[in-house]
């Protein structure tokens, strides 16, 4: 399994090569409000991909 960090940003601070995704985006709409251990499943183009969330950190 690969491991993946994501900061929750603004849409106008959104930089996906740095890990930085919009608010508005999929993922950051799936995990939002999730807590560790809970898996989310996220819709994509290319079919759903389920994540696991390993933590969280509010900043």
Known sequence: DESVTY????EDEA????????????IARAVMGKN?????VVKVPAGDVQYE???????
């Open 15 to 26: 930089d996906v090569p740095t890990g930085k995704i919009s608010v508005v985006s999929p």
């Open 7 to 10: 900061k929750i940003v603004g």
């Open 36 to 40: 560790e251990g809970d898996e989310v």
């Open 53 to 59: 969330i390993g933590s969280v950190l509010y900043l």
